[in-house]
């Protein structure tokens, strides 16, 4: 690791890189001096406190009664990246946007119900995830989201947000969400379920799926929200211990080569990437959440990059 790039990356204008960088590539107790000065100044400044202005009351961003819209500002895709920061119900605030979920997604016989019917893995995922970052992985609603997750999966090992009898490498976020839960908390059922699905992704080197290389896969974005990207899937899979795999070989060599000259890593693009190759499009007028700017060094591609290359070479 470059000296200039990890004091790039330990500037104190983004605390949460900061305590991340010390954490996870620097080895730094979560406990020492350091460390622990720079998680409590997460919710202070940069990318953490900006995405919490304008919370309301109730825990909400722009409304209570939907939490998912409008894309991608909501409180759904804001807790996302507020967990991602390193942030948990220790600040009240996550805690009240916790409290939100809990008392809109979870209510009994409501159409909204994340575990009810068929929903949806992008969000139960998604949710799961944040739910366990932020300190609730032990409250009961939690450990049923996770089931939900295990009994959704599909025979290939795979999992898939729409109708169908095979899984696709887009719907990473039960990986995800599985790495989010201490070890010490999966059950059997999570293991046999997280080995699985490894073996899906390990199978398809990550990458290889359809007829074609799809070429949004090949750029690095954040926030991912629930799109998938080479990265991602190095990031999921090496976080639930699978580095040392040789099948990652091809997807860390297109890793590696993006990193520039100077050992940083651009953000391509932000979400919606409707670029060069991109298959789909948007129904609905959609605002990206833009933490930084596309097409130049991300602080946070590159601590994301950083960590999957420390994880593999262990």
């Known amino acids: 690791m470059s000296a200039n790039v990890i004091d790039w990356l330990l500037e104190k204008n983004e605390p949460a890189v900061r305590y991340f960088t010390l954490v996870d590539l620097l080895d730094h107790k979560k406990n020492d001096r350091e460390a622990s000065t720079a998680l409590s100044q997460i919710p202070r400044r940069g990318f953490a406190a900006r995405l919490l202005k304008n919370q309301r009351k109730d825990g909400s ?22 967990s991602d920061l390193g942030m948990d ?5 996550i805690r009240r946007g916790c409290e939100a ?9 409501d159409k909204e119900n ?11 995922g998604n949710l799961a995830r944040t739910l ?9 609603r939690v ?3 996770f089931d939900w997750i295990v009994e959704h999966q599909k025979e290939d090992g795979g999992w898939h947000c729409f109708p169908s009898n095979t899984g ?9 969400a599985y790495a ?13 379920s997280a080995e699985r699905g490894a073996e899906f992704y390990l199978e398809r080197r990550l990458f290889r799926e359809g007829s074609r290389r799809y070429a949004p896969w090949f750029r690095f974005h954040y926030p991912n929200h629930y799109y998938y990207d080479v990265l991602v899937g190095l990031d999921t899979i090496t976080s639930i211990g699978y580095g040392g795999d040789k099948r990652l070989r091809e997807a860390t060599k297109i890793l590696k080569s993006k990193r520039r000259a100077d050992g940083r890593w651009n953000m391509d693009a932000v979400h919606p990437d409707l670029g060069p190759g991109a298959s789909y499009h948007i129904r609905r007028k959609v605002e990206p959440l833009v933490l930084e700017r596309a097409g130049a060094p991300s602080k946070l591609i590159t601590l994301r990059a950083l960590r999957v290359l420390n994880r593999v070479d262990e």
């Open 61 to 82: 961003w722009f409304s209570r009664s939907d939490l998912y819209l409008p894309k991608y500002n909501a409180t759904n895709w804001r807790m996302i990246v507020l």
């Open 89 to 93: 119900k220790r600040d009240e605030r």
């Open 101 to 109: 979920f809990f008392d809109e997604w979870f209510k009994p016989d």
């Open 114 to 124: 994340v575990l009810r019917g068929g929903g949806e893995l992008c969000i139960s």
């Open 132 to 140: 366990a970052r932020c300190g609730y992985a032990d409250d009961q």
């Open 143 to 145: 450990k049923k989201l």
């Open 168 to 176: 696709t490498l887009d719907c990473w976020e039960g990986l995800a």
């Open 180 to 192: 989010a839960l201490p070890r010490q908390k999966w059950t059997r059922h999570i293991k046999r």
